[in-house]
């Protein structure tokens, strides 16, 4: 099993920055994707950046580009999401996700962004 806690979210006006983080605990030794996703009332999540494990890689979705960086630091089982030039269609709660090698899916609690003036 693998837990994940995420923090940062909060509210910001548009233009504005915001970095959330997520910590992972417990069995951590085969994790093959980081990943943001992000979900708004009666609509799917919707997958923001990955980062894979391996080598770094890194995706991102259309509507993010050159706005949203994810990173990670190793040492301590974290992955970040960098938000610059938030846009009010932003606002969502955003999700941490890990996958495993063996294809199992973990998720965070969720943390809420709002972009609003």
């Known amino acids: 099993q693998v837990q994940l806690t995420e923090a940062g979210g909060g509210v910001v006006q548009p233009g504005g920055s915001l970095r959330l983080s997520c910590v992972a605990s417990?069995?951590?030794?085969?994790?093959?994707?980081m990943s943001w996703y992000r979900q708004v009332p009666s609509k799917g999540r919707e997958l923001v950046a990955t980062?894979?494990?391996?080598?770094?890689?890194?995706n991102y979705a259309d509507s993010v580009k050159g706005r949203f960086t994810i990173s990670r630091d190793s040492a301590k089982n974290m992955v970040f999401l960098q938000m610059n030039s938030l846009k009010p269609e932003d606002t969502a709660v955003y999700y941490c996700n890990v996958v495993s090698y063996g294809s199992r899916q973990y998720w965070g609690q969720g943390t809420q962004v709002t972009v609003s003036s």
């Open positions: 980062m894979w494990i391996p080598n770094d890689n890194t």
């Open positions: 417990g069995r951590l030794f085969d994790m093959y994707t």
